[in-house]
């Protein structure tokens, strides 16, 4: 065997039909598959799959409320019952300080997460908490609990 008598396996590949190859092909003739007449017909057609044959398109057709402001920042929100949690697992040091990037290691958070600590749950242990922003139930927990807050 060789590169020169290479085949595909018995019943694995179809016989594809050539379509617009004169009469003789059985699929010629004056519309070769394509009906009769019509914008689909033409050679060279191309419709998006969004026309809607010159009716009011449904994008425009559906009314537009609200506003989305390009320039907001979103937050990942990580609850203090969850930081509580972890320390008290051990899956992060309560001696260390804790980063995005320590919430990143565990799974908390993606990288380019910007991280907000918010005041769900109790927190018993003790933490040195940095993140990108603290609701204020989250700042007055921690800091109750004898930890502290750094915002990035």
């Known amino acids: 065997m060789d590169l020169s008598n290479l085949k595909p396996a018995a019943g694995s590949t179809k016989k594809k039909k050539r379509l617009g190859r ?43 409320y609200g506003f989305k402001n390009r320039f907001r920042k979103e ?8 930081l509580n949690e972890l320390a008290t697992t051990g899956k992060i040091d309560p001696t260390e300080q ?7 290691g565990v799974g908390l958070v993606r990288k380019t997460d910007r991280v907000k600590i918010l005041g769900g749950g ?31």
Do not use: Y
């Open 22 to 64: 004169g009469v003789g092909s059985g699929l010629g003739g004056h519309s070769s598959t394509k009906g009769n007449k019509g914008q689909k017909s033409r050679a060279g057609s191309k419709i998006p799959d969004w026309f809607e044959g010159g009716q009011m398109p449904l994008q425009r057709r559906v009314p537009k």
């Open 75 to 82: 937050f990942r929100p990580v609850n203090v019952s969850k």
């Open 98 to 104: 804790v980063t995005p990037a320590i919430l990143l």
């Open 122 to 152: 109790e927190i018993e242990s003790a933490l040195s908490v940095s993140a990108h922003a603290f609701s204020a139930s989250a700042k007055t927990k921690i800091e109750a609990a004898g930890g502290s807050i750094t915002e990035l």
